[in-house]
Each structure stands twice: as C-alpha cells, then as structure tokens.
C-alpha cells in the first residue's frame, strides 16, 4: 500500500473522540452577555488574508489515487463553506510528477480559494518555489516532524539543516510562511529559534489528536516504539508557552480538536486561526461530503452563538475571556512558571457597573 494511503487508514482506524486538555480550560461564566447575536463577526485575519470564519481545512493527504479523491472533496466542502485549506505534504509530487493531480485538484475544484501547500523542514528553497508553484498555492507550510521521522522505519535521520532551511525560505519565497508542528507541540524556546530567524505565522500544532508516533509504530513489524505514542505537548499547552513570547508573531491553533468549542477555546488562548484535519478526515470519510459541510456549517453556527454566550462581538477580543485550568495543564503551569492567575480575572476591567 502506498505510505500516504496507510497514512489515512491508520489515521482513520485509530480516530476516536478522547479526553484531551482542551477538557481542562474550564470559562468563567458571564451571566450579562450585553450583545445579542446579530452583532457578531467570525472574521480573522491571516496570512495577510482576511477569512470568514476562525477555523479552516489543516494539512492532511496526497500523493495518490486515494488521495486525489479526498483531496478532491476536501476541496468541495472548502469551497462551500468558504474556508481555507492546506494540503498535505507534496513532497511526493516533487519526486513523482504523476502523482501530482492529487494536489493540482484542490485549484480546479475551487479555482478562487485560499491554499497552502506543505513540505517538510528537510527541503531547500527551490522545492519550496516549486510546492508552491504545483497549484498556485497562496502560502507554504514547512512541517516539522521529527519524532514521527524517527519512529517511521524508512524515516529521516538528519536534522541538523532545518533551521537555515527555513530561514532562507522565509527570507526568499515570494508567498507567505507558516512553520507547523504534526502533532507534538511547541515550546516558547522553540518558537523564539523561529522568530529568530524570521518566521511571522507558527502552528503550535499540539498532541492531543493524530499520533503520527501511533501510526509510523504500527507500520513498525515488531510495533516496539508504543511508548511514544502520546508524546508532545498538547494544543492547550503550546498556546500558554506562546502566550508567554512578546507577540510579534501570528499563531496558529490545531492538533486534537474535535468541535467548535475547542475551536472556541484555541481562540480565547490566543490562537488567531485554528486548523482542523482528522475530525474533518474522519466525518468525511465515514459520512460523506453532504455530512461534513453540514458539520462544519454547525460549527460556523455554535461559533457565533459562543461568542455571544461570553458577550464578545469580534475574534480578537475574546482574548479578554476569563478561565482557569484543571489538571496537568495546570500542573504544566507551575512547573514552566506561567502566571494562571492572570487568565482567572482577565477581562475584569471592562465590564460596566451602574450604581
């Protein structure tokens, strides 16, 4: 079976709906909204790019028949419901040219649509340009992978020019940048190397979804790297660590979300956009298209009823949403030295009194 194929599968077989430490952001209650719903925008800014709703189609296939199939239909239902979408990794369009209608579809089926293409860290800047290139891709992700490569059999065991890879990319391309994690997290020290070198738009990308660790152990003949199956940072931690960099940097939102409410969540945390694959991925290949635009057009609906619920008119300001956390979130908390008071009684000083 082709890799990306078993990547699906695998991805497919092990989906199910788990606690994650989205479950210990616990909001603080607003009894007097003060806004009704009528006066709420979803909109967001990214990329340079202003978007209709805080949420869009993440990274998740291609390189195949398979794959062209569902890329295909990823592309439909992101056309309908008016989101942005990312493919997967093209890398396999770059060696093999006949596999590259799987990433070209996405453009023919919505030819007016926001995308961008992904490639891995080991890349330089030409297959950069050329990812780029293969569907008029409005920006890049560069991925980093490196647990998955180190359990994944056939995987990368070279690491040391990733960092002056994606610098020269971010200094060279013509289209924006976005570096991503697959699933493991980030810490403020890593997103610090990032800046450092010029990055502007980071996806923390949290455990707490895929295991990419999971699926390349399975694919593994004797399956003995179980243990890192679970490995990484959540979302909800890699939003804190991010919270605690001088914010010069846009911030990206995904790895094991699984409704709008933690849609909602990632936002409060300070996530300008969140991105979505395996509860797209599994709702679609379980349900069909018709189904998983029905789902995410709820989403769209809950979002704005979320946003009323906490009396807040635009995405930005939900920043100033009061919560506390529970649990090895909070436990993180202490240890890395973030202040969770102040996430307690944000907001305090805007809420009017009449006397």
């Excluded at 369009?93 to 919505?110: C, G, M, P, T, Y």
């Excluded at 056939?154 to 570096?179: C, H, M």
Aim: proline letters at 3%.
């Amino acid at each position: 079976m082709n890799r990306k194929d078993e990547h699906v599968s695998l991805a497919k077989a092990f989906h199910k709906e788990k606690t994650n430490d989205f479950d210990a952001v616990r909001l603080i209650h607003t009894p007097l909204p003060q806004i009704d719903v009528k006066d709420v925008s979803l909109k967001t800014e990214i990329l340079n790019h202003e978007e209709n709703f805080p949420f869009f189609i993440n990274a998740m296939t291609g390189g195949s028949k398979k794959s062209l199939q569902i890329n295909h239909d990823l592309a439909l239902i992101a056309k309908e419901c008016q989101l942005m979408m990312a493919t997967g990794s093209v890398t396999a369009a770059l060696k093999d040219e006949s596999v590259s209608d799987s990433f070209k579809i996405v453009r023919q089926i919505n030819p007016a649509g926001f995308f961008l293409a992904n490639i891995g860290a080991h890349n330089a800047l030409e297959n950069a340009q050329r990812a780029v290139e293969l569907f008029g891709a409005n920006a890049l992700q560069i991925h980093l992978n490196a647990p998955q490569e180190l359990v994944m059999p056939e995987g990368d065991r070279t690491f040391s020019d990733w960092l002056d890879n994606i610098a020269e990319i971010v200094a060279k391309l013509q289209v924006p940048v976005i570096v991503k994690e697959v699933g493991f997290g980030m810490t403020r020290e890593a997103m610090l190397q990032l800046i450092s070198v010029g990055v502007q738009t980071i996806d923390v990308s949290g455990q707490g979804g895929t295991s990419f660790t999971q699926i390349e152990n399975a694919r593994r003949p004797k399956r003995e790297m179980a243990y890192l199956s679970e490995f990484g940072q959540s979302t909800v931690i890699s939003l804190l660590e991010a919270a605690q960099v001088t914010r010069s940097f846009e911030v990206i939102a995904s790895g094991g979300i699984r409704n709008a409410f933690d849609i909602f969540k990632s936002l409060i945390l300070g996530a300008d956009t969140v991105g979505i694959s395996a509860t797209i991925l599994n709702q679609l290949l379980s349900h069909g298209v018709e189904d998983t635009i029905e789902m995410i057009q709820n989403w769209q609906e809950d979002l704005a009823l979320l946003y009323t619920m906490v009396g807040k008119k635009n995405t930005h300001s939900l920043e100033t949403v009061p919560l506390i956390f529970t649990d090895e979130v909070w436990q993180w908390c202490q240890a890395r030295g973030i202040d969770v008071r102040k996430y307690a009684s944000r907001g305090q000083n805007e809420i009017p009194l009449r006397f």
